[in-house]
Structures are given as C-alpha cells and as structure tokens.
C-alpha cells in the first residue's frame, strides 16, 4: 500500500510539470500570431528611434540602409531581402528618396501581404530651389556618377518638382511629427488591442520632439533669416523650420568646378559665413577648400543619424556657434 502511494506521489507532479510546459508552449504562439505586430521595416535611421519609441523596444526592427551608407545610392543585400519577408509593415519615407524610388517595387514583390505607410502623407514636399540651394552654372560642376544622386529620383515620384525634389523631409523635426502620427495611426489599425500602449507612448514621444524643438529654437531664433553653408543640400526643411537659409556646395548630385567654388566662397564672404558643415556620407575636398579661403573650418553634422532628437539638437548648438 505503501509503495502505490509513493509512486501516485511521484508522478503527480510530474504532469503538473507537463501541463504547465503546454500552456507556455501555447502563450509563446499566442505571443507570434497574425493579430500582433512582429516585424516592421524602415528605410533610414532617422526613423528607427521615432517608430521604436511608438512601438516599444520589442518589435523587430529592421532598417534598410545601415549606419554610414547613403540612401542615394545603397541597395539591399540577400539577407536583408530575407529579413523582408518576415515584415508585417513597411514606413516609407515616402519624398522620393533614391533607394525607396529604386528598390520598393521589388521589396513589395517579395512580400506582398505588408502593409506600406507613406510617412510623408500630409507634408508640404518642395524642391531644392526653393529652399535656396546655391546653383552655379552647370558647365562648372565636375560630374560623378557616385555624387550625382538626385537625377534617378526626378520624374519618378508624384512629389517632383521644377528644380528636383527635396527628399530629406525628415531633417525638420516638425515634419517628424507628422511621421510620428502617421506611424501612430497605421499601428493601432493593425494592432487595436494595444492601442492604449501606444497612444502613451506616441504622446511622450511628441513631448520629447517638442522640447527639442523648443530648445532649437531657443539656440537659433537670434539669427533668423541668417544662411549656413552645407556641401550636400539636406537641410532646407531644418532651415525652413527655423527661418535659416541653406546654401549649398553641391548643386544637382555634382561637385563644383573651380569657378563654382569660387562663387561660393565669394557668396560665403559675402554673407559672414565661417562654417562648412558636411555630411559623413560624402566627399568633402571642396568643403574643405572652402573653409581654407574663409579663414573657416569644416563641422562635421550627420543627416542620418539614429539618435535623431539628440542629433538634431547637437547641430543647432554646431550652428548657433558658427553664427555667433
């Protein structure tokens, strides 16, 4: 008698140990079903830290064009187009930038049940020369295929215009909150169960990118109207934010000849301009040649920064130092 006692006793715990093994079987599938969000899939960095803050630190992120590539002219490797086919969303920029321009059509091949978001719904696009790009005459410009990014772009996006399309919408944080709520309301469609969740998060996002803000222009709003000079011409929606002009090295994908650096370090002594701030992406030897003849210095700045918030402050205090 003793002995079946014993043995009813040792087997007991063992199915518990079984039962509770299923249940954490099934909560794991539960966790990976159709319903949630798993994977979601952006095209640059900038992006990544305003959709992580919105969908939390769980959801697989993956990011199309990594750390010290261009958009203007990355394309994806095997593994990243495996990496695509696992993703429930995709947040486009959506300006006409090169690589979405390039390379969407077959990304959206590859995985045709992903849902796209056009981050830039609901954003005034403009062209490079209306945020005052320098333009020397074309004859005067060196061309190279590796620097000419912006021609593949035009005539290929409902966005173009006259002069070529300003992509870089994401360099004015104010365009960042209309990305943000357009993330915002694509994810509590395709996951209204935790709708909540990220309500809170989207609102604390929006607060941190308003203090930023807040303290750009606290830096900048002394120098309204003042121009800095910058080899690639990404910041017209940063200089249109704060009431800066942006002059630009670069005109149309191609580096200046020697009478176009000329004529920029005429219209840089002309306007007090000490500063050439350049972008890690790019070339930098006339940016350089530039500075020499100022009497000024080159700043390096990163338009495709992950920490974006904290990046987009840093340059404001990188500007509010050259204009002073």
């Known amino acids: 008698m003793k002995r079946n006692i014993k043995m009813i006793a040792v087997q007991l715990p063992l199915a518990l140990v079984l039962i509770s093994a299923s249940i954490m079987i099934a909560g794991c599938l539960k966790d990976g ?10 095209t640059i960095l900038p992006q990544a830290e305003m959709v992580r803050s919105i969908l939390g630190e769980n959801v697989n992120l993956i990011v199309m064009v990594p750390a010290g590539q261009s958009p203007h002219g990355y394309s994806p490797t095997p593994g990243q187009m495996k990496d695509v086919a696992k993703g429930d969303i995709y947040f486009k920029v959506g300006s006409g930038i090169e690589f979405e321009v390039t390379n969407l059509p077959t990304i959206i091949e590859t995985n045709p049940r992903m ?18 790009g320098v333009h020397s005459n074309d004859d005067e410009h060196d061309h190279d295929e590796e620097d000419d990014h912006h021609e593949e772009e035009d005539g290929h996006d409902d966005h173009d215009h006259e002069g070529g399309a300003d992509a870089h919408v994401w360099l004015s944080p104010k365009n960042m909150r209309i990305m943000a709520g357009n993330v915002y309301m694509a994810v509590i469609e395709a996951d209204p169960d935790n709708e909540d969740i990220y309500k809170d998060n989207y609102e604390a996002y929006l607060q941190r990118l308003d203090d930023a803000i807040s303290h750009i222009e606290d830096k900048l709003s002394p120098y309204q109207d003042r121009e800095f000079l910058v080899y690639h011409p990404a910041w017209g929606y940063f200089g249109d934010d704060f009431e800066l002009v942006q002059l630009a090295v670069e005109s149309e994908g191609k580096k200046p000849g020697p009478q176009g650096v000329a004529a920029i370090i005429d219209q840089a002594k002309e306007h007090n301009i000490s500063v050439v701030f350049v972008s890690p992406q790019f070339e930098t030897s006339a940016a350089n040649e530039i500075a020499q003849s100022i009497g000024g210095e080159v700043v390096p700045v990163d338009p495709l920064a992950e920490n974006y918030i904290d990046n987009l402050k840093h340059i404001a205090e990188q500007m509010a130092l050259g204009f002073a």
């Open 33 to 42: 079903s159709e319903d949630g969000l798993d994977t979601v899939i952006v």
């Open 115 to 132: 849902k796209v978001v056009d981050l830039s719904e609901g954003m005034v696009l403009k062209s490079f020369d209306e945020h005052h």
